[in-house]
Protein backbone atom coordinates (compact mmCIF):
# COMPACT_ATOMS: atom_id res chain seq x y z
CA UNK A 1 0.00 0.00 0.00
CA UNK A 2 1.26 3.14 -0.91
CA UNK A 3 1.93 5.91 2.00
CA UNK A 4 -0.48 8.58 0.82
CA UNK A 5 -3.44 5.88 0.46
CA UNK A 6 -1.84 4.51 4.06
CA UNK A 7 -1.87 8.42 5.64
CA UNK A 8 -5.44 9.04 3.63
CA UNK A 9 -7.00 6.12 5.56
CA UNK A 10 -5.29 6.55 8.71
CA UNK A 11 -7.10 10.40 8.32
CA UNK A 12 -9.96 8.93 7.52
CA UNK A 13 -10.49 6.51 10.66
CA UNK A 14 -8.68 8.34 13.40
CA UNK A 15 -11.14 11.33 12.71
CA UNK A 16 -14.34 8.58 13.20
CA UNK A 17 -12.31 7.09 15.89
CA UNK A 18 -12.06 10.50 17.45
CA UNK A 19 -15.73 11.61 17.06
CA UNK A 20 -17.65 8.90 17.27
CA UNK A 21 -15.63 6.09 19.98
CA UNK A 22 -13.32 8.50 21.61
CA UNK A 23 -15.13 11.46 22.34
CA UNK A 24 -18.48 9.90 24.22
CA UNK A 25 -16.12 8.18 26.71
CA UNK A 26 -16.49 9.90 30.03
CA UNK A 27 -13.64 8.57 32.44
CA UNK A 28 -13.69 11.05 34.73
CA UNK A 29 -13.59 14.84 33.97
CA UNK A 30 -9.41 15.27 34.46
CA UNK A 31 -9.04 12.01 31.78
CA UNK A 32 -9.67 13.14 27.96
CA UNK A 33 -9.21 10.59 25.59
CA UNK A 34 -6.86 12.30 22.41
CA UNK A 35 -5.97 9.75 19.51
CA UNK A 36 -6.22 11.87 16.35
CA UNK A 37 -3.06 13.78 16.49
CA UNK A 38 -1.17 10.04 15.80
CA UNK A 39 -1.96 11.26 12.27
CA UNK A 40 0.31 14.32 12.47
CA UNK A 41 3.23 11.89 14.50
CA UNK A 42 3.06 9.10 11.76
CA UNK A 43 3.22 11.39 8.75
CA UNK A 44 6.86 9.84 7.00
CA UNK A 45 10.07 11.29 7.98
CA UNK A 46 11.02 13.33 5.22
CA UNK A 47 8.23 15.37 4.36
CA UNK A 48 8.67 18.97 4.13
CA UNK A 49 7.63 21.07 7.11
CA UNK A 50 5.35 23.53 5.31
CA UNK A 51 3.64 20.32 4.28
CA UNK A 52 3.16 18.59 7.77
CA UNK A 53 1.83 21.88 9.13
CA UNK A 54 -1.00 22.79 6.79
CA UNK A 55 -2.07 18.47 7.10
CA UNK A 56 -2.13 19.48 10.79
CA UNK A 57 -3.93 22.55 10.71
CA UNK A 58 -6.57 20.41 8.08
CA UNK A 59 -6.83 17.83 10.54
CA UNK A 60 -7.23 20.06 13.58
CA UNK A 61 -9.34 21.77 11.79
CA UNK A 62 -11.82 19.16 10.28
CA UNK A 63 -12.34 17.41 13.83
CA UNK A 64 -13.00 21.27 15.31
CA UNK A 65 -15.88 21.30 12.65
CA UNK A 66 -17.29 18.29 14.07
CA UNK A 67 -17.14 19.21 17.82
CA UNK A 68 -18.45 22.63 17.40
CA UNK A 69 -14.83 23.83 19.36
CA UNK A 70 -13.20 25.93 16.12
CA UNK A 71 -9.50 26.13 16.32
CA UNK A 72 -8.64 24.84 19.89
CA UNK A 73 -7.72 21.29 18.26
CA UNK A 74 -6.20 23.27 14.88
CA UNK A 75 -3.77 25.11 17.54
CA UNK A 76 -2.68 22.09 18.89
CA UNK A 77 -2.43 19.95 16.32
CA UNK A 78 -0.29 22.98 14.01
CA UNK A 79 2.18 23.38 17.15
CA UNK A 80 3.50 19.79 17.52
CA UNK A 81 3.83 19.77 13.60
CA UNK A 82 6.05 22.66 13.71
CA UNK A 83 8.01 20.86 16.87
CA UNK A 84 8.08 17.32 15.25
CA UNK A 85 11.08 17.96 12.93
CA UNK A 86 12.77 19.07 16.26
CA UNK A 87 12.22 15.94 18.52
CA UNK A 88 12.98 13.66 15.80
CA UNK A 89 16.57 15.13 14.95
CA UNK A 90 17.11 15.28 18.70
CA UNK A 91 16.15 11.29 19.11
CA UNK A 92 18.05 10.57 15.81
CA UNK A 93 21.53 8.38 15.78
CA UNK A 94 23.89 9.69 13.64
CA UNK A 95 23.27 10.20 9.82
CA UNK A 96 19.58 9.67 10.30
CA UNK A 97 17.11 6.89 11.10
CA UNK A 98 17.41 4.07 8.57
CA UNK A 99 15.19 4.53 5.41
CA UNK A 100 13.81 1.31 4.71
CA UNK A 101 10.61 2.00 6.36
CA UNK A 102 9.50 5.65 5.98
CA UNK A 103 6.84 6.45 8.61
CA UNK A 104 8.18 6.72 12.30
CA UNK A 105 6.91 3.42 14.16
CA UNK A 106 8.64 0.84 16.71
CA UNK A 107 10.27 -1.03 14.62
CA UNK A 108 11.80 1.72 12.35
CA UNK A 109 12.58 4.27 15.66
CA UNK A 110 13.37 1.52 18.13
CA UNK A 111 10.66 0.89 20.85
CA UNK A 112 12.01 3.31 23.72
CA UNK A 113 13.10 6.00 21.33
CA UNK A 114 9.76 5.59 19.59
CA UNK A 115 8.16 6.10 23.28
CA UNK A 116 10.17 9.06 23.98
CA UNK A 117 8.81 10.92 20.87
CA UNK A 118 5.25 10.14 20.97
CA UNK A 119 5.60 10.93 24.94
CA UNK A 120 7.13 14.10 24.34
CA UNK A 121 4.79 15.62 21.62
CA UNK A 122 1.62 14.20 23.14
CA UNK A 123 2.44 16.32 26.15
CA UNK A 124 3.38 19.57 24.26
CA UNK A 125 -0.55 18.97 22.48
CA UNK A 126 -2.01 18.89 25.29
CA UNK A 127 0.25 22.17 26.97
CA UNK A 128 -1.47 24.00 23.90
CA UNK A 129 -4.85 21.79 24.06
CA UNK A 130 -6.17 21.98 27.38
CA UNK A 131 -4.97 25.73 28.44
CA UNK A 132 -7.21 26.79 25.03
CA UNK A 133 -10.37 24.53 25.97
CA UNK A 134 -10.50 25.16 29.68
CA UNK A 135 -9.23 29.01 29.56
CA UNK A 136 -9.16 29.46 33.43
CA UNK A 137 -5.68 29.73 34.57
CA UNK A 138 -6.83 30.35 38.38
CA UNK A 139 -7.11 26.89 39.09
CA UNK A 140 -3.69 25.99 38.09
CA UNK A 141 -2.97 22.51 39.70
CA UNK A 142 -6.16 20.94 37.91
CA UNK A 143 -5.07 22.55 34.56
CA UNK A 144 -1.92 20.55 35.34
CA UNK A 145 -3.37 17.58 36.38
CA UNK A 146 -5.73 17.54 33.41
CA UNK A 147 -2.25 17.17 31.14
CA UNK A 148 -0.65 14.75 32.50
CA UNK A 149 -3.38 12.24 33.10
CA UNK A 150 -4.58 12.61 29.55
CA UNK A 151 -1.53 12.66 28.10
CA UNK A 152 -1.10 8.71 29.77
CA UNK A 153 -4.45 8.54 28.30
CA UNK A 154 -3.22 9.25 25.08
CA UNK A 155 -0.17 7.54 25.10
CA UNK A 156 -1.58 4.07 26.42
CA UNK A 157 -3.96 4.49 23.28
CA UNK A 158 -1.17 5.22 20.63
CA UNK A 159 0.56 2.09 22.10
CA UNK A 160 -2.48 0.11 21.89
CA UNK A 161 -2.90 1.33 18.06
CA UNK A 162 0.92 0.79 17.47
CA UNK A 163 0.56 -3.04 18.52
CA UNK A 164 -2.74 -3.01 16.27
CA UNK A 165 -1.70 -2.44 13.62
CA UNK A 166 1.98 -3.61 14.23
CA UNK A 167 4.10 -3.67 10.88
CA UNK A 168 6.91 -6.12 10.62
CA UNK A 169 8.53 -4.58 7.42
CA UNK B 1 15.25 44.17 -0.48
CA UNK B 2 17.30 40.94 -1.48
CA UNK B 3 18.23 40.14 2.29
CA UNK B 4 14.56 41.02 3.60
CA UNK B 5 13.71 37.93 1.09
CA UNK B 6 16.71 36.05 2.04
CA UNK B 7 15.25 36.60 5.93
CA UNK B 8 11.76 35.24 4.49
CA UNK B 9 12.92 32.38 2.99
CA UNK B 10 15.50 31.48 6.23
CA UNK B 11 12.04 31.76 8.43
CA UNK B 12 10.13 30.23 5.98
CA UNK B 13 8.77 27.87 8.67
CA UNK B 14 8.66 29.50 11.15
CA UNK B 15 5.85 32.36 9.29
CA UNK B 16 4.07 29.80 8.44
CA UNK B 17 3.61 28.20 11.61
CA UNK B 18 2.88 31.67 13.24
CA UNK B 19 0.40 32.60 10.34
CA UNK B 20 -1.62 29.13 11.43
CA UNK B 21 -1.44 29.31 15.28
CA UNK B 22 -2.99 33.31 14.53
CA UNK B 23 -5.46 31.63 12.46
CA UNK B 24 -6.77 28.90 14.91
CA UNK B 25 -6.60 31.44 17.67
CA UNK B 26 -8.56 33.55 15.80
CA UNK B 27 -11.07 30.95 15.45
CA UNK B 28 -11.04 30.62 18.79
CA UNK B 29 -11.79 33.67 19.85
CA UNK B 30 -14.54 34.69 17.02
CA UNK B 31 -16.60 31.36 17.15
CA UNK B 32 -16.46 30.37 20.92
CA UNK B 33 -18.84 32.05 23.38
CA UNK B 34 -17.20 31.05 26.65
CA UNK B 35 -13.42 31.72 25.27
CA UNK B 36 -14.72 34.95 24.18
CA UNK B 37 -16.18 35.91 27.53
CA UNK B 38 -13.80 34.53 29.81
CA UNK B 39 -10.60 36.44 27.48
CA UNK B 40 -12.90 39.59 27.65
CA UNK B 41 -13.10 39.56 31.28
CA UNK B 42 -10.15 39.00 32.03
CA UNK B 43 -8.68 41.36 29.60
CA UNK B 44 -11.16 44.18 31.90
CA UNK B 45 -9.62 43.70 34.91
CA UNK B 46 -6.12 44.26 33.81
CA UNK B 47 -6.54 47.29 31.14
CA UNK B 48 -9.77 48.64 32.65
CA UNK B 49 -7.81 51.27 34.95
CA UNK B 50 -5.65 52.22 32.63
CA UNK B 51 -8.58 53.20 29.57
CA UNK B 52 -10.09 54.96 32.23
CA UNK B 53 -7.08 57.22 32.68
CA UNK B 54 -6.47 57.55 29.38
CA UNK B 55 -10.35 58.49 28.85
CA UNK B 56 -10.37 60.83 31.47
CA UNK B 57 -7.61 62.99 29.19
CA UNK B 58 -9.15 62.18 25.91
CA UNK B 59 -12.43 62.85 26.82
CA UNK B 60 -12.16 66.98 26.53
CA UNK B 61 -11.33 67.04 23.41
CA UNK B 62 -14.15 64.85 22.19
CA UNK B 63 -16.65 66.95 23.19
CA UNK B 64 -18.17 68.48 20.49
CA UNK B 65 -18.12 64.55 18.63
CA UNK B 66 -20.00 63.27 21.85
CA UNK B 67 -22.45 65.89 21.83
CA UNK B 68 -23.62 65.61 18.08
CA UNK B 69 -23.77 61.40 18.53
CA UNK B 70 -25.74 62.20 21.33
CA UNK B 71 -28.18 64.08 19.49
CA UNK B 72 -28.26 61.04 16.58
CA UNK B 73 -28.37 58.71 19.83
CA UNK B 74 -31.54 60.73 20.63
CA UNK B 75 -32.92 60.83 17.40
CA UNK B 76 -32.50 56.73 16.99
CA UNK B 77 -34.69 55.91 20.31
CA UNK B 78 -37.19 58.40 19.02
CA UNK B 79 -37.51 56.26 15.97
CA UNK B 80 -37.28 53.19 17.67
CA UNK B 81 -40.07 54.34 20.35
CA UNK B 82 -42.15 54.75 17.15
CA UNK B 83 -41.30 51.02 15.47
CA UNK B 84 -42.04 49.41 18.87
CA UNK B 85 -45.50 50.77 19.13
CA UNK B 86 -45.67 49.19 15.11
CA UNK B 87 -44.55 45.92 16.44
CA UNK B 88 -47.31 45.47 19.66
CA UNK B 89 -49.73 45.41 16.84
CA UNK B 90 -48.68 41.79 15.79
CA UNK B 91 -50.30 41.05 18.97
CA UNK B 92 -53.43 41.71 17.48
CA UNK B 93 -53.34 38.69 14.51
CA UNK B 94 -52.21 36.49 17.55
CA UNK B 95 -55.06 37.25 19.01
CA UNK B 96 -56.96 35.83 17.16
CA UNK B 97 -55.90 31.91 18.37
CA UNK B 98 -57.27 32.08 21.56
CA UNK B 99 -59.29 29.41 24.61
CA UNK B 100 -62.42 30.51 25.51
CA UNK B 101 -63.51 29.23 29.40
CA UNK B 102 -67.24 28.84 29.87
CA UNK B 103 -68.78 29.12 33.06
CA UNK B 104 -70.32 25.72 33.84
CA UNK B 105 -73.50 26.75 35.42
CA UNK B 106 -76.45 26.51 32.22
CA UNK B 107 -75.64 29.85 31.21
CA UNK B 108 -72.98 28.98 29.85
CA UNK B 109 -71.47 32.95 29.95
CA UNK B 110 -67.93 33.62 28.79
CA UNK B 111 -65.28 33.56 32.02
CA UNK B 112 -61.96 34.34 30.09
CA UNK B 113 -60.90 34.35 27.14
CA UNK B 114 -56.68 33.70 27.44
CA UNK B 115 -54.75 34.23 24.02
CA UNK B 116 -51.89 31.74 23.18
CA UNK B 117 -48.52 32.49 23.82
CA UNK B 118 -46.11 29.23 23.88
CA UNK B 119 -46.51 26.99 20.90
CA UNK B 120 -44.30 23.54 21.38
CA UNK B 121 -42.63 21.97 18.01
CA UNK B 122 -40.95 18.72 18.81
CA UNK B 123 -38.20 17.65 17.14
CA UNK B 124 -35.92 14.96 17.43
CA UNK B 125 -32.19 15.15 18.68
CA UNK B 126 -29.40 14.00 16.32
CA UNK B 127 -25.80 14.81 17.87
CA UNK B 128 -25.87 15.37 21.34
CA UNK B 129 -22.99 16.14 23.46
CA UNK B 130 -21.95 16.04 27.74
CA UNK B 131 -18.51 15.55 28.18
CA UNK B 132 -17.52 19.33 27.21
CA UNK B 133 -16.78 22.29 28.76
CA UNK B 134 -19.33 23.47 26.45
CA UNK B 135 -21.97 21.09 25.09
CA UNK B 136 -24.23 21.58 22.08
CA UNK B 137 -26.93 19.36 21.12
CA UNK B 138 -28.52 19.39 17.45
CA UNK B 139 -32.31 18.88 16.11
CA UNK B 140 -33.49 18.03 13.01
CA UNK B 141 -35.85 21.12 13.00
CA UNK B 142 -34.56 24.76 11.42
CA UNK B 143 -35.77 27.49 9.87
CA UNK B 144 -38.38 26.29 7.61
CA UNK B 145 -40.20 24.51 10.70
CA UNK B 146 -40.36 27.65 12.23
CA UNK B 147 -36.79 27.65 14.89
CA UNK B 148 -35.17 30.67 15.35
CA UNK B 149 -31.90 31.65 17.53
CA UNK B 150 -33.42 32.33 21.09
CA UNK B 151 -36.57 29.92 21.51
CA UNK B 152 -36.43 27.57 24.84
CA UNK B 153 -35.96 24.28 24.35
CA UNK B 154 -37.71 21.29 26.99
CA UNK B 155 -37.21 17.77 27.18
CA UNK B 156 -40.13 15.36 28.21
CA UNK B 157 -38.55 16.15 32.27
CA UNK B 158 -37.23 19.42 32.18
CA UNK B 159 -35.57 22.14 30.92
CA UNK B 160 -32.49 21.21 27.71
CA UNK B 161 -31.77 24.73 26.91
CA UNK B 162 -31.56 27.38 24.36
CA UNK B 163 -31.75 27.22 20.18
CA UNK B 164 -28.31 28.95 19.79
CA UNK B 165 -28.30 28.87 15.59
CA UNK B 166 -30.35 27.64 13.04
CA UNK B 167 -29.89 26.52 9.28
CA UNK B 168 -32.94 25.25 6.35
CA UNK B 169 -33.10 22.14 8.55
CA UNK B 170 -31.06 21.59 11.59
CA UNK B 171 -30.71 24.22 14.62
CA UNK B 172 -28.27 23.87 17.29
CA UNK B 173 -29.10 24.09 20.82
CA UNK B 174 -26.77 25.26 24.00
CA UNK B 175 -27.27 22.58 26.14
CA UNK B 176 -27.55 23.74 30.01
CA UNK B 177 -24.18 22.25 30.67
CA UNK B 178 -22.81 24.81 29.26
CA UNK B 179 -19.47 26.39 32.01
CA UNK B 180 -19.78 30.14 31.44
CA UNK B 181 -20.23 32.82 33.41
CA UNK B 182 -23.04 34.80 31.56
CA UNK B 183 -25.21 31.29 31.21
CA UNK B 184 -27.78 30.36 33.87
CA UNK B 185 -31.16 29.64 34.16
CA UNK B 186 -34.03 32.00 36.29
CA UNK B 187 -35.08 29.44 38.80
CA UNK B 188 -37.64 29.34 41.37
CA UNK B 189 -37.65 27.08 44.52
CA UNK B 190 -41.40 25.59 44.55
CA UNK B 191 -41.98 24.68 48.18
CA UNK B 192 -40.35 28.16 49.63
CA UNK B 193 -41.16 30.14 46.16
CA UNK B 194 -37.66 31.76 46.38
CA UNK B 195 -36.19 32.52 42.94
CA UNK B 196 -32.10 31.78 42.15
CA UNK B 197 -30.12 30.99 39.15
CA UNK B 198 -29.27 27.45 37.60
CA UNK B 199 -25.66 27.37 36.39
CA UNK B 200 -23.05 24.21 35.68
CA UNK B 201 -19.83 24.51 36.49
CA UNK B 202 -18.64 21.45 34.46
CA UNK B 203 -17.93 17.56 35.86
CA UNK B 204 -20.93 15.41 36.15
CA UNK B 205 -23.94 15.64 33.26
CA UNK B 206 -26.93 15.51 35.98
CA UNK B 207 -25.85 17.72 38.49
CA UNK B 208 -26.27 21.61 38.41
CA UNK B 209 -25.68 24.41 41.41
CA UNK B 210 -28.72 26.82 42.22
CA UNK B 211 -27.56 30.28 43.01
CA UNK B 212 -28.60 33.25 44.69
CA UNK B 213 -31.16 31.61 47.32
CA UNK B 214 -30.85 33.80 50.25
CA UNK B 215 -29.75 31.66 53.54
CA UNK B 216 -32.93 33.05 55.52
CA UNK B 217 -35.21 30.73 53.54
CA UNK B 218 -35.95 27.26 55.04
CA UNK B 219 -34.83 24.69 52.56
CA UNK B 220 -35.99 21.25 52.19
CA UNK B 221 -34.07 18.20 50.26
CA UNK B 222 -35.78 17.23 47.44
CA UNK B 223 -37.66 20.33 46.50
CA UNK B 224 -38.21 20.80 42.80
CA UNK B 225 -36.52 23.61 41.01
CA UNK B 226 -38.90 24.78 38.29
CA UNK B 227 -38.63 27.65 36.14
CA UNK B 228 -39.37 31.17 37.57
CA UNK B 229 -41.44 32.16 33.95
CA UNK B 230 -39.63 35.64 34.38
CA UNK B 231 -37.55 34.99 31.01
CA UNK B 232 -38.96 34.86 27.94
CA UNK B 233 -37.68 31.01 27.09
CA UNK B 234 -39.80 29.09 29.41
CA UNK B 235 -43.04 29.31 30.96
CA UNK B 236 -43.35 28.96 34.56
CA UNK B 237 -43.36 25.74 36.74
CA UNK B 238 -41.27 23.69 33.91
CA UNK B 239 -39.12 21.23 36.09
CA UNK B 240 -35.35 22.20 36.42
CA UNK B 241 -33.86 19.74 38.99
CA UNK B 242 -34.49 18.98 42.32
CA UNK B 243 -32.63 19.82 45.74
CA UNK B 244 -29.80 17.52 46.74
CA UNK B 245 -27.63 18.83 49.22
CA UNK B 246 -27.41 22.54 50.56
CA UNK B 247 -24.00 24.31 51.53
CA UNK B 248 -22.93 28.15 52.78
CA UNK B 249 -19.81 28.63 50.51
CA UNK B 250 -18.47 30.61 53.48
CA UNK B 251 -19.40 32.53 56.84
CA UNK B 252 -20.17 35.79 55.33
CA UNK B 253 -22.20 34.61 52.39
CA UNK B 254 -25.54 35.87 52.45
CA UNK B 255 -26.26 32.64 49.70
CA UNK B 256 -27.09 29.09 49.66
CA UNK B 257 -25.29 26.96 46.96
CA UNK B 258 -27.64 24.64 46.26
CA UNK B 259 -26.36 21.53 44.65
CA UNK B 260 -29.60 20.05 42.43
CA UNK B 261 -29.84 16.97 40.47
CA UNK B 262 -31.09 17.71 37.40
CA UNK B 263 -34.75 16.61 36.01
CA UNK B 264 -33.45 16.14 32.42
CA UNK B 265 -31.15 12.86 31.52
CA UNK B 266 -29.37 14.17 28.90
CA UNK B 267 -27.26 10.56 28.47
CA UNK B 268 -30.42 9.73 27.07
CA UNK B 269 -32.10 12.72 25.53
CA UNK B 270 -34.09 11.62 22.26
CA UNK B 271 -36.83 14.14 21.59
CA UNK B 272 -37.20 17.78 22.74
CA UNK B 273 -39.74 20.76 22.59
CA UNK B 274 -38.68 23.81 21.01
CA UNK B 275 -40.65 26.50 22.74
CA UNK B 276 -41.94 29.29 20.47
CA UNK B 277 -43.15 32.45 22.38
CA UNK B 278 -45.31 34.19 20.31
CA UNK B 279 -45.54 37.22 22.16
CA UNK B 280 -42.17 37.57 23.17
CA UNK B 281 -41.82 39.90 20.28
CA UNK B 282 -44.35 42.41 21.89
CA UNK B 283 -42.62 41.22 25.27
CA UNK B 284 -39.22 42.03 24.81
CA UNK B 285 -40.00 45.09 22.82
CA UNK B 286 -41.99 46.96 25.68
CA UNK B 287 -39.17 45.91 27.89
CA UNK B 288 -36.42 47.38 26.17
CA UNK B 289 -38.39 50.49 24.87
CA UNK B 290 -38.92 50.78 28.77
CA UNK B 291 -35.09 49.70 29.74
CA UNK B 292 -34.66 52.88 26.68
CA UNK B 293 -36.91 54.88 28.67
CA UNK B 294 -35.24 54.62 32.07
CA UNK B 295 -31.64 54.98 30.09
Known amino acids: MSILLRNIIRFVLLLLLQVFVLNRIQLHQLVGFNLYMLFVLLLPFNMPRPALMLLGFFMGLSLDSFMNTMGIHAAACVFIAYLRPFIINILSPQGGFETTQKTPSMTSMGVSQFLTYIAILVFLHNLVYFPLEVFNFGNFFYLLLKILLSAAASIFLIVLYELLFFSRK | MRNLIIFLRRYFNFFLFLLLEVICIVLVFRNNDFQKTAYLNSANNVSARLYERYNNVEYYFHLKATNDSLVKENARLHNMLQSSFDNASVSDIVKTDTIHQYSTDTSRKVVSSEVRRFLYREAKVINNSVSNPINYITIRRGSTDGIKPDMGVVGPSGVVGVVRSVSDKYAVVLSLLAKGRNFGISARLSYSREMGTVRWYGGEANYAVLEDVPKS ?40 TIRIRLATNFNNLQYVYVIDNVLKEEQKSLEDSTYRLIK
Request: glycine residues 10%; proline residues 5%.
Open chain 2, 217 to 256: VRLIKGDTVVTSGYSALYPAGIPIGYVESYTVADKSSTAY
